[in-house]
């Protein structure tokens, strides 16, 4: 099992910027893939970004193509999510997900294929 814990989330006005950071705990060596989700009230959870520790490889949602990159530090315990850009239509709570092992059939993005997760963070982007 992994823990993750989210922080970084707040209010800002559109075009700006924020870091959401994801620290993970527990069995870090052995994940194998770990993802951002986001879910606004009365909406579905939205996967938006995803990334693989072994080799880096990224995948992003068309909704934030372009304004938002997923990355991990050097210890490989914190993911983050640099927001740029922001839009009023990605205020939402924030998730955090890791997933020790490939769900066949389930993509990068699906939230069923994740069974680690945060307590999320809210971001707010007003107009």
């Known amino acids: 099992q992994v823990n993750l814990v989210e922080s970084g989330g707040g209010s800002v006005q559109a075009g700006e910027s924020l870091r959401l950071s994801c620290a993970a705990s527990g069995s870090t060596t052995s994940i194998y893939s770990m993802a951002w989700f986001r879910q606004a009230p009365g909406k579905e959870r939205e996967g938006i970004a995803s990334?693989?520790?072994?080799?880096?490889?990224?995948v992003y949602a068309d909704s934030v193509k372009g304004r938002f990159i997923i990355f991990q530090d050097n210890t490989k315990t914190s993911l983050y999510l640099q927001m740029n850009s922001l839009k009023p239509e990605d205020s939402a709570m924030y998730y955090c997900?890791?997933?020790?092992?490939?769900?066949?059939?389930?993509?990068?993005?699906?939230?069923?294929?994740?069974?680690?997760w945060g307590q999320g963070t809210q971001v707010t982007v007003s107009s």
């Open positions: 997900a890791a997933r020790l092992t490939p769900t066949q059939g389930l993509g990068a993005l699906d939230s069923r294929a994740y069974d680690n």
């Open positions: 990334f693989y520790p072994t080799n880096g490889a990224r």
